[in-house]
């Protein structure tokens, strides 16, 4: 005898069958319960259950009861209850319920009973659960919503489940929301939340939801400023020690502090004696956690912008951040953090930046340029560190292989629309071709060409960009005078620049420095522009020396000739030099020097 197949049962038809009975029996009180305590838990299940709530009027019904439809406090309260996991993490149930004025039925229920510990309970889960989503938070969050968050902090002080669940909505309405994070200052909201948290320092939730909200609101200057002054940092500190196990915990801690540590640098004995002993004790542990390995690298990157501190820190650490770099590859936030880490630990530090290439920096640096090339803040940090590590001359010629350049021109050109990146990009190429070898290779894949394009397209007339653009083209144009002037024509750029910008002491100096290696490609018009600059920068001898230096090159190699164009000019600023200039010996030698060229080539 073959056995007859069970017949599948629907789920769902559950879901139809309680919501029909909750109709049939709406005037038996124990149907009613046991009917919602049903559908809270068919929400609990998930997204379909939720949905098929949604799609039998189950919603309407729950709003129903919560408005008093039969009046009984302790149905309104289970039917707050179900329409709060009705709500859990559905988007389209939120918007419904909106559609329904059920946010503002909500809202009623839970001011008429401010003094029930269950129904607060409940109204707070439910503004948790909107507050996950940022377009309901700004459209639903107001200072009266805000207000009763922080009053249910006042008014269940002795209530951790409460004061947990207000934290976490807390949390969620003051994620990059600027304008609430300065409203929950102005309204005192720091203190209860340091309050809470000071009195139940065991309860792990209550201390991530805080340390989360914290970490948020720390991003306001003025917060910021008031977790300080309550030992915040000390307190952060803390709480990582003691609870190191909790990932999230420790993770939001280390926010909280690279927050406070942003832009404040006041904090040292806190940082040597308490910080950096606390980072060094977890690192084992932490390095291996994503989540917690990127926050570690971000407080360290914090630390390190401070020059006393970076020497604090350590050459140890940088081995241990290449080794997360490595093994988080895919990483966004710990790609971005580990470079901010790698090039504030390297500024200004050789010793740093000799670690760093030793143990795999610059391959590292091209992997994830390569890997990110879109991803903006990755490219802007690997360039920073790129950079700061370029300021080391030990270049070691398997070192200088690494270095993919044809991928750096592609990635120049991919950003060039940006001042920052065209910027820092001059900065890397002026350091890097301080090394001939490195210099070569510029030129050889055709980087200057690049360079000099971009900034003649789309940054002419900026003067930010032509300092650097200078400061790049002093560093190569003592041996590619000829390819410069001759192809690029760059003196006749560098022309148009000092005329354009003639108010500017340094790049006038800049100019003239180019000028002087550019001798056999001056003219007449850049004599005028030079001895313009003399007369109106009379207190820089470097641009009075060097300036002098190319005047008198150009009546050597000119022969005299034009010399009627400038003769006067010449004289004028002569007189105004040996007037101000008389006991610099540099100086005073050039212009006698100057004045016998022109005695010289008068005669002839």
Same mark, same amino acid.
């Given at each position: 005898?073959?056995?007859?197949?069970k017949?599948?049962?629907?789920?769902?038809?559950?879901?139809?069958?309680?919501?029909?009975?909750?109709?049939?029996?709406?005037?038996?009180?124990?149907?009613?319960?046991?009917?919602?305590?049903?559908?809270?838990?068919?929400?609990?299940?998930?997204?379909?259950?939720?949905?098929?709530i949604?799609?039998?009027?189950?919603?309407?019904?729950i709003?129903?009861?919560?408005?008093?439809?039969?009046?009984?406090?302790?149905l309104?309260?289970?039917?707050?209850?179900?329409?709060?996991?009705?709500?859990?993490?559905?988007?389209?149930?939120?918007?419904?319920?909106?559609?329904?004025?059920?946010?503002?039925s909500?809202?009623?229920f839970?001011?008429?009973?401010?003094?029930?510990?269950?129904?607060?309970?409940?109204?707070?889960f439910?503004?948790?659960?909107?507050?996950?989503?940022?377009?309901?938070?700004?459209?639903?969050?107001?200072?009266?919503?805000?207000?009763?968050?922080?009053?249910?902090?006042?008014?269940?002080?002795?209530?951790?489940?409460?004061?947990?669940i207000?934290?976490?909505?807390?949390?969620?309405?003051?994620?990059?929301?600027?304008?609430?994070?300065?409203?929950?200052?102005?309204f005192?909201?720091?203190?209860?939340?340091w309050?809470?948290?000071?009195k139940?320092?065991?309860?792990n939730?209550?201390?991530?939801?805080?340390?989360?909200?914290? @970490?948020?609101?720390?991003?306001?200057?003025?917060?910021?400023?008031?977790?300080?002054?309550?030992?915040?940092?000390?307190?952060? !500190?803390?709480?990582?020690?003691?609870?190191?196990?909790?990932?999230?915990?420790?993770?939001?801690?280390f926010?909280? &502090?690279?927050?406070?540590?942003y832009?404040?640098?006041?904090?040292?004995?806190?940082?040597?004696?308490?910080?950096?002993p606390?980072?060094?004790?977890?690192w084992?542990?932490?390095?291996?956690?994503?989540?917690?390995?990127s926050?570690l690298?971000?407080v360290?990157?914090q !630390?390190?912008?401070?020059?006393?501190?970076?020497?604090?820190?350590?050459?140890?650490? &940088?081995?241990?951040?290449?080794? %997360?770099g490595?093994?988080?590859?895919?990483?966004?936030?710990?790609?971005?953090?580990?470079?901010?880490?790698?090039?504030?630990?390297?500024?200004?530090?050789?010793?740093n930046?000799?670690?760093?290439?030793?143990?795999?920096?610059i391959?590292? %640096?091209?992997?994830?340029?390569?890997?990110? /090339?879109? %991803?903006q803040?990755?490219q802007?940090?690997?360039?920073?560190?790129? %950079?700061?590590?370029?300021?080391?001359?030990?270049?070691?010629p398997?070192i200088?292989?690494?270095?993919?350049f044809?991928?750096?021109k592609?990635?120049?050109? @991919?950003?060039?629309?940006?001042e920052?990146?065209?910027?820092?990009?001059?900065?890397?190429?002026?350091?890097?071709?301080?090394?001939?070898?490195?210099?070569?290779? !510029?030129f050889?894949f055709?980087?200057?060409?690049?360079?000099?394009?971009?900034?003649?397209?789309?940054?002419?007339?900026?003067?930010?960009?032509?300092?650097?653009?200078?400061?790049?083209?002093?560093?190569?144009?003592?041996?590619?005078? @000829?390819?410069?002037?001759?192809?690029?024509?760059i003196?006749?750029?560098?022309?148009?620049?000092?005329?354009?910008?003639?108010?500017?002491?340094?790049? /006038?100096?800049?100019?003239?420095?180019?000028?002087?290696?550019?001798?056999?490609?001056?003219?007449?018009?850049?004599i /005028?522009?030079?001895?313009?600059?003399? /007369?109106?920068?009379?207190?820089?001898?470097?641009?009075?020396?060097?300036?002098?230096?190319?005047?008198?090159?150009?009546?050597?190699?000119?022969?005299?000739?034009?010399?009627d164009?400038?003769?006067?000019?010449?004289?004028?600023?002569?007189?105004?030099?040996?007037?101000?200039?008389?006991? !610099?010996?540099?100086?005073?030698?050039?212009?006698?020097?100057?004045?016998?060229?022109?005695?010289?080539?008068?005669?002839?």
């Amino acid at each position: 005898m073959i056995p007859r197949k069970k017949k599948e049962k629907n789920p769902f038809l559950n879901v139809e069958q309680i919501i029909e009975t909750l109709i049939r029996c709406d005037l038996i009180l124990p149907i009613q319960f046991n009917c919602i305590s049903s559908i809270t838990l068919l929400a609990k299940k998930g997204k379909e259950f939720q949905e098929q709530i949604r799609f039998n009027k189950g919603i309407e019904l729950i709003l129903e009861r919560i408005r008093g439809y039969i009046k009984n406090l302790k149905l309104q309260t289970k039917s707050l209850k179900a329409l709060v996991y009705i709500i859990m993490d559905n988007y389209e149930n939120i918007q419904y319920i909106i559609n329904l004025e059920g946010f503002s039925s909500v809202w009623e229920f839970t001011q008429n009973n401010l003094t029930d510990s269950k129904i607060q309970l409940w109204g707070l889960f439910f503004i948790y659960h909107i507050s996950f989503f940022r377009d309901y938070v700004d459209m639903l969050i107001n200072d009266k919503i805000i207000n009763y968050i922080l009053n249910s902090l006042e008014n269940f002080q002795d209530n951790e489940n409460i004061l947990s669940i207000s934290i976490c909505c807390l949390s969620n309405i003051t994620f990059k929301n600027s304008e609430i994070q300065s409203k929950i200052y102005q309204f005192s909201g720091i203190e209860k939340i340091w309050k809470a948290m000071k009195k139940f320092e065991q309860n792990n939730q209550l201390q991530i939801g805080s340390a989360l909200c914290l @970490s948020n609101l720390s991003e306001n200057k003025e917060s910021k400023q008031k977790i300080l002054l309550m030992n915040g940092m000390q307190h952060f !500190i803390h709480l990582i020690k003691t609870f190191n196990k909790n990932q999230n915990l420790v993770r939001f801690s280390f926010q909280t &502090i690279s927050n406070l540590l942003y832009q404040n640098q006041d904090y040292n004995s806190v940082i040597e004696n308490d910080l950096i002993p606390l980072i060094n004790l977890i690192w084992k542990d932490a390095e291996k956690i994503n989540t917690v390995a990127s926050k570690l690298c971000l407080v360290v990157a914090q !630390i390190a912008k401070n020059e006393q501190m970076r020497a604090a820190i350590g050459k140890s650490k &940088i081995k241990k951040i290449i080794s %997360i770099g490595t093994r988080f590859r895919a990483n966004l936030e710990i790609q971005q953090n580990c470079f901010l880490a790698l090039s504030n630990l390297a500024c200004d530090m050789p010793e740093n930046q000799l670690e760093i290439l030793k143990n795999g920096g610059i391959e590292l %640096i091209i992997a994830r340029m390569k890997n990110f /090339q879109e %991803i903006q803040e990755i490219q802007e940090n690997c360039l920073l560190c790129f %950079i700061n590590i370029s300021e080391q001359e030990n270049w070691k010629p398997e070192i200088i292989n690494i270095v993919d350049f044809e991928l750096l021109k592609n990635l120049m050109i @991919s950003f060039s629309d940006s001042e920052n990146f065209f910027g820092k990009y001059l900065l890397l190429f002026s350091n890097l071709s301080l090394s001939p070898e490195m210099m070569k290779k !510029i030129f050889e894949f055709g980087l200057v060409d690049t360079i000099v394009a971009i900034h003649q397209e789309k940054f002419i007339s900026n003067i930010n960009i032509w300092l650097k653009f200078t400061s790049f083209i002093c560093v190569v144009a003592s041996p590619f005078q @000829s390819y410069l002037c001759s192809n690029l024509q760059i003196h006749n750029m560098i022309l148009k620049g000092m005329s354009q910008f003639s108010e500017n002491e340094e790049l /006038q100096l800049k100019c003239c420095v180019l000028f002087q290696i550019f001798i056999p490609y001056i003219n007449e018009e850049m004599i /005028q522009l030079i001895s313009q600059a003399i /007369q109106k920068f009379p207190n820089n001898h470097i641009l009075i020396w060097i300036g002098l230096e190319v005047i008198l090159n150009f009546l050597r190699k000119t022969q005299g000739e034009k010399l009627d164009l400038f003769e006067e000019k010449i004289h004028s600023i002569l007189q105004n030099i040996n007037e101000s200039c008389f006991n !610099i010996q540099e100086i005073m030698k050039l212009s006698k020097e100057i004045e016998l060229e022109i005695v010289k080539w008068k005669k002839n």
